[in-house]
């Protein structure tokens, strides 16, 4: 079965300084992995994806992701925070073998001035 | 983004009347979904469809139904609204079962 563990609800950074996002993930089988960026009052908005190439995934936004298989991570980064990166993140896996997609609980991230 | 939209973007009704959200699609993908978003719980997933007149559940479909008569929408009803069912609504699509582009989200009072 598969689970995805976002493993900070919140998170605060001050702006211009590195961003890091936890996520952990069990899949059985060879997993597709998401992250999502939602602003407030918004819709989610994909921000990078993993489907088995690179593992190293860049995003958009200054955004990237590393699939780590021996962690069963998929951690996000950004080098340097903005303002405008306040927001609610969700980590997302997928099993190609039964097209489940499984939703972390989401991490909110504070940018302080 | 991504051509979908919902309606109504919001909605304010009384505990035991029904209510049917609709999400609109002019990307022809193939899969759809209704999620609600509640503090604390993240997105779940309530019910989606593969295909025209395809549908299966999600973790949290009692007191929901939904239909899909047509590639482009997918109609979500509450047949009998409860508070419990107060909530923000989100559609998403997907051509297949991996990214998925969504709506902009209705929300829903039950009063």
């Known amino acids: 079965a598969q689970s995805v563990t976002q493993l900070d609800s919140h998170v605060s950074v001050s702006e211009g300084t590195p961003v890091l996002l936890r996520c952990n993930y069990s899949?059985?089988?060879?997993?597709?992995l998401f992250w999502y960026v939602q602003h407030p009052n918004k819709g989610l908005q994909l921000l990078l994806k993993?489907?088995?190439?690179?593992?190293l995934v860049k995003g958009i936004n200054g955004f990237e992701a590393e699939f780590k298989k021996s962690e069963t991570s998929f951690h996000l980064t950004k080098p340097s925070a903005h303002m405008s990166d306040a927001a609610e993140y969700f980590c997302?896996?997928?099993?190609?073998?039964?097209?489940?997609?499984?939703f972390g609980k989401g991490t909110r991230l504070h940018i302080l001035p | 983004d991504a051509g979908i939209t919902q309606s109504p973007r919001h909605k304010v009704t009384e505990t035991g009347t029904p209510v049917t959200l609709r999400c609109h699609q002019t990307?022809?993908?193939?899969?759809m979904y209704w999620y609600r978003q509640d503090p604390g719980h993240g997105l779940r997933l309530i019910h989606y469809?593969?295909?025209?007149?395809?549908?299966d559940k999600g973790e949290v479909s009692d007191g929901y139904s939904v239909s899909r008569s047509k590639t482009e929408d997918f109609l979500l009803t509450l047949e009998s609204a409860t508070s419990s069912q107060t909530s923000v609504y989100f559609c998403?699509?997907?051509?297949?079962?991996?990214?998925?582009?969504f709506g902009p989200g209705t929300r829903l009072t039950v009063t």
């Open positions: 997302v896996v997928s099993d190609r073998r039964d097209d489940k997609i499984i």
């Open positions: 899949s059985s089988y060879s997993p597709s």
């Open positions: 990307e022809n993908h193939r899969y």
């Open positions: 469809s593969y295909g025209v007149k395809d549908t």
């Open positions: 998403a699509i997907s051509d297949r079962a991996y990214e998925q582009y």
């Open positions: 993993y489907t088995s190439a690179a593992t």
